[in-house]
């Protein structure tokens, strides 16, 4: 399963502290250039300084970028990834990012657009609204593969939906998984240098994906960790249980042995030891009586064997399903049966035990 480490401090400093080609891919979403800090940052408050009508421009909490980490961070990216490079910036920062990658080593593939259906209109009226991002798709040298086929790198996806974790800049979870999945593969590392609140890590953290980043800025970098550590602890729940452990089940479990011959009867029908959680071995998963012929027909052959739900005994129905079963709460029991030997002439008649 996915695992992931998210540093406090500098990016630049902490990437060089990395062995070469030690991640597969980059994904990040770089402060912007100076213009947009001015330009673009415009945010809906209210006078308590929650969300309110009146509009006013405030100034983003960190610095722009500058060309000079502009290119460090490039020759970083160049000197540690095996594949792809995504860049976010604006549109008129697109050629510098590639004109940087491009001088560290890296192959420029194409600059992709995220459209923001919900983006913020022009409320001069003087102009086009922007509505949407550049993403800068760069790769290390040799053949590139993705897995969206000859779809195009136009991404729409609204801006709005998910909870705001406090960042500005915050990317939406659906673009980020949409270009993990489409970029990456289960098991590769994703390298995100300015975290933030973290979205990309939940993102690969989701898909199965290890990542690694750094934030510079304590309050952000609290607000990633606090995210990142969810999103494990959800998938946690699906993580197949240690070996030699029994998964906790809710209903009562009743096997009433007697003798080696009833356990033989259950291994026959599939059954592990587990509960209705774990289902029948290498068949279906609870539910179900047997998963193949096979298991059911000694299921049927055996009268012997019987399923009883949570509250009594169920009957049988044709097939060798349990009647009206829910298919939760099944519990097993074997009772003895007596041997039995028949003796038949040669016509195949009962001439006795």
Known sequence: MSGWTLHLGDSIAGMATLAGKSIDSVITDPPFEEEAHTLQCRVRRGPDGQAGTPLKIEPLPFPPITADEREACAREFARLARR???IFCQVEAAHLWREAGEAAGLTYRRTCIWVKPDGMPQYSGDRPGMGYETLVALHAPGRSTWNGGGQHGVFRVNKGGDQRAGHPTQKPLALMEKLVELFTDPGETILDPFSGSGTTGVAAIRLGRRFIGWERDPKYHAVAMKRLSAAREQLRMFDPPAAGTRRETTSTETT???GDEHDDVRASAGFAEEGPSRGARGLEPSGH???TADARRALE????VHLHHAGGRVPRAVGGEPAGHAGRGL????AAKPRRVTVLDEHGR???P
């Open 350 to 352: 009962e001439v006795g």
């Open 289 to 291: 009586v047997a998963g």
């Open 301 to 304: 052959d055996d009268p012997a």
């Open 331 to 334: 519990v097993r029991e074997v």
């Open 256 to 258: 009433t042995n007697q």
């Open 84 to 86: 792809w490079v995504l």
